[in-house]
């Protein structure tokens, strides 16, 4: 949802910019403002949108109470979070049951403080998306170009659409003060309560019919109409909709094979998707113009071939054959799998296989390929963002944390040491208010190129946020992480250049941790690793320390 924008309220500027310090830290997409008093918070909700409000309870004037009341009559989507004292819990709990989505107690988990944050945004989203989803819903089935109507057993209705007022001859609120039964034909309604009832009793879960319907002007329409099921937990019994599709013409024109091969065979050749009729075999009989478009066949060359030799591998034809085996047995199969074109090339497909069981008991198979490349492209493209620093390209916070448990568990299982080196540029901040926060980026880009310069591949580089770098480095083979840390600083603290920007002063405080001897849990290794990186900058900067326990005093 891009940047997330917060409103910290606590009448303790202290507290405000610290509160302020820790979350930029943790996060890059957090737009922080801050203000001492209820009537100013108030103030700004009225002008500008916010997304989680971090209100302390206490306060002179509007309290956080008579704040969270208010401002969620002023915003309804803004997520709340109380800050507590330790007598404020029953006002900590009333709060909770006005809306507040956590309370945190003083003093305050900065980690868990994010972390509500993240909840808050999370529900936030989702409740947003319901909203999407249901305003698509109405205007999909308002619009659809179908005849829809929403009913309540035994019938009457609760919505229609305009197709099917148009369908039927009637005006909506004609339609609306009629029945199910009342617009179906006579002689469909024992069929239609019959097979209604197994779809409310749940044997079956959907239901298609071909039925008959009055118009208002007297005349029959015939129509296939696909029931289906409302959920809806707040009522005794589940509301219904049906999609109808006139198929009156299809029904007055004569039903002869020959019309209805000739009209199977254009949807066979006209449809997206690449399709292919094989036998119980394997043998092709016949494929469509998309087929030909997707794979590079001819009609010809593909013709009597089998389908799993043509275009799958020799190394791949068992899965290819078992797969095919199993929809020749009646089974639909729906998979996704590489096949290769005729030129050699590989290509991403969603195959669905379906069979045919014609009257004497053979079974002949639609074979559905859809090119599901681009999707597969962008679902790595997405699963890498979630995993990469978008700046920097090294692994992100996640990454680190999911990695360092394995590391972790493998360190305490074998018994070998691994080290955490903790990295924070120094003056940084300098850099930003001095040239600007585009010098800053390709600063922390030119950063990340040289620590992947100065390490082995076997060595781990992530960005935690900000100007913070992580390393993991293996000792198992004898190298020690003070060679490493004094490489790094030495790289680190070269002069930058961009353009006719030279940057001299940055240089690297880094923080050693070594595990499994240093913590034993993610934590614990990080926080010890900076705890001794603050160590490093108080005594002088552009330096390293091992973290030791006298840190901790």
């Known amino acids: 949802m891009g940047k997330v924008k917060l409103l910290i309220v606590d009448d303790e500027i202290s507290l405000c910019e610290l509160i302020k310090r820790a979350l930029e830290r943790m996060s890059p997409d957090y737009e922080i403002s801050t203000l001492n008093s209820g009537e100013e918070a108030l103030a700004l909700l009225e002008r500008e949108q916010f997304d989680v409000l971090i209100t302390d309870i206490r306060m002179p004037g509007i309290d956080g109470m008579e704040l969270l009341e208010r401002a969620s009559a002023l915003q309804t989507e803004l997520q709340t979070i109380v800050i507590t004292g330790h007598g404020d819990l029953d006002y900590a709990i009333k709060a909770l049951r006005m809306g507040a989505i956590n309370f945190i107690k003083k003093p305050i988990s900065f980690e868990i403080l994010h972390f509500s944050i993240q909840k808050g945004i999370e529900k936030l989203e989702l409740k947003r998306k319901l909203q999407e989803n249901e305003e698509k819903f109405r205007g999909a089935f308002m619009n659809a170009p179908t005849g829809m109507l929403i009913f309540e057993p035994p019938g009457n209705f609760i919505q229609v659409n305009e197709t099917i007022c148009k ?76 999609q109808i599709v006139d198929i009156t013409e299809r029904k007055e024109a004569e039903e002869s094979l020959q019309i209805e091969k000739t009209f199977l065979d254009k949807l066979f050749e006209s449809a997206p998707e690449g399709m292919v009729l094989v036998d119980n075999n394997g043998t092709i009989k016949n494929i469509n113009r998309e087929f030909v478009a997707m794979f590079g066949y001819s009609k010809d060359e593909a013709l009597g071939k089998n389908i799993d030799r043509l275009i799958a591998r020799e190394d791949e034809m068992d899965e290819a054959q078992k797969i095919s085996r199993l929809v020749g047995e009646g089974v639909r199969e729906k998979f996704e799998t590489v096949r290769y074109r005729k030129d050699g090339s590989p290509v991403m497909v969603s195959i669905i296989g379906a069979p045919v069981r014609y009257g004497d008991g053979q079974i002949a198979v639609y074979g559905i ?27 992100n916070r996640r990454s680190f944390f999911e990695r360092i448990e394995q590391e972790l568990h493998y360190s305490q299982r074998y018994n070998v040491e691994r080290a955490l080196l903790f990295i924070d540029l120094d003056h940084f901040k300098e850099v930003n208010d001095k040239y600007g926060h585009d010098v800053g980026d390709k600063l922390l880009i030119e950063v990340a190129a040289r620590l992947k310069r ?44 961009f353009d006719d920007i030279k940057i001299k002063f940055i240089t690297a405080s880094i923080g050693i941790s070594i595990f499994p001897n240093d913590g034993d849990d993610a934590s614990a290794i990080l926080s010890r690793a900076d705890t001794a990186m603050y160590a490093a900058k108080k005594a002088g900067r552009d330096k390293y320390l091992f973290w030791d326990p006298g840190m901790q005093k």
């Open 167 to 242: 369908m039927l001859g009637y005006s909506k609120s004609e339609l609306m003060s009629k029945s199910l039964k009342e617009i179906t034909y006579d002689q469909d309604e024992e069929q239609l309560r019959k097979h209604l009832d197994k779809l409310i009793s749940g044997e079956i879960k959907q239901l298609n019919l071909e039925e008959r319907y009055r118009r208002s002007d007297g005349k029959i329409l015939w129509g296939v109409a696909n029931f289906s099921v409302l959920p809806n937990p707040d009522k005794s019994a589940s509301d219904m909709i049906i």
């Open 454 to 497: 100065s390490l082995r591949e076997s060595d781990i580089i992530y960005r935690l946020g900000g100007d913070e770098f992580v390393i993991l480095i293996n000792n198992q083979f004898d190298l020690q992480p003070k060679t490493v840390a004094k490489r790094v600083t030495k790289e680190l603290g070269r002069p930058y250049q």
């Open 369 to 395: 390929y859809r090119d599901i490349s681009k999707r597969k492209e962008a679902e790595q493209k997405l699963e890498y963002q979630a995993r990469n620093d978008a700046l920097t390209g090294l692994y």
